[in-house]
């Protein structure tokens, strides 16, 4: 990538990694092969991120939707999730810093301990930033946020009339961070199916057609052509 199109990169790419299932059925495998698969494509797409110096980057682990699958799936996300989060534990000194965007409650203990440490101990990290959506939805994201933001009006720490787009931003699990520049769903559906719709507002959508587990650092590469090849105008002329 030359240097004038590097100049040009979004600061904030989020990925629908989505596919993985069908990646497995067209192989004869099971679906959990498909998420671990899965999983190891995002991890080369994290260290590709790394190396090109994007600062933020944001995939979708597991959605509030996603408990409707069944009990085996689940628990086979989660066990990749446990073993990346382990894997993370070893590659401290790579500097990044990892969020998690989502209602970590209802997860088991040990994942939600193992991503609440994380999250502290790399929050002084100056490296790229990966947020793992998990237990996420956009709405009720926004729901909660509407909540925290009434219970302070309740308290008196603020009126109604305080609430503008910058502190309904703070009050999401994103607080602080850029609102992504370019959205990814690879496996041809063309939807954002509730990730991130109040930061994705803006955001450059590219759909394309290679299944998750399949998706190279060259189509990412090809993302990032298209996403600068758009015009930008954000409802200005
Ligand atoms: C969508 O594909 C994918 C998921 C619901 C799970 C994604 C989880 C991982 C890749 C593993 C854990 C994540 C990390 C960050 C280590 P799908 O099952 O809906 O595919 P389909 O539409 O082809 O059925």
């Excluded at 979004?10 to 495998?29: E, Q």
């Excluded at 994007?54 to 073993?83: G, Q, V």
Aim: proline fraction near 5%; charged fraction near 30%; glycine fraction near 6%.
């Amino acid at each position: 990538m030359g240097e004038t199109q590097k100049n040009l990169l979004p600061r904030h790419v989020a990925i629908i990694m989505d596919g993985n299932g069908r990646w497995a059925k067209k192989r004869m495998l099971p679906r959990t092969m498909g998420h671990k698969k899965g999983a190891e494509t995002f991890g080369k797409i994290a260290r590709y991120c790394r190396n090109l110096e994007i600062p933020y980057l944001t995939a979708y682990a597991f959605s509030t939707e996603n408990w409707k699958r069944p009990k085996e799936e689940i628990d086979a996300i989660m066990d990749l999730l446990r073993h990346y989060l382990s894997d993370v534990f070893r590659h401290q000194d790579e500097n990044a810093r990892l969020c998690f965007l989502g209602d970590l409650e209802p997860l088991d203990e040990d994942i939600r301990e193992t991503a609440l440490r994380i999250q502290r101990e790399s929050a002084q990290n100056h490296g790229i930033t990966i947020n793992i959506a998990l237990n996420y939805g956009g709405r009720d994201e926004i729901i909660h946020a509407a909540q925290n933001l009434a219970k302070r009006c309740m308290a008196g720490e603020l009126s109604p009339n305080d609430i503008d787009e910058a502190l309904f931003s703070d009050a999401l699990y994103t607080a602080g961070q850029p609102d992504p520049d370019l959205i990814i769903r690879p496996s041809g559906e063309c939807r954002t199916s509730n990730f991130l719709p109040w930061q994705g507002a803006y955001a450059e959508l590219v759909f394309m057609d290679v299944l998750w587990p399949d998706f190279s650092e060259k189509d990412f590469d090809r993302a990032l052509e298209i996403y600068q090849s758009r015009s930008r105008r954000f409802g200005g002329i």
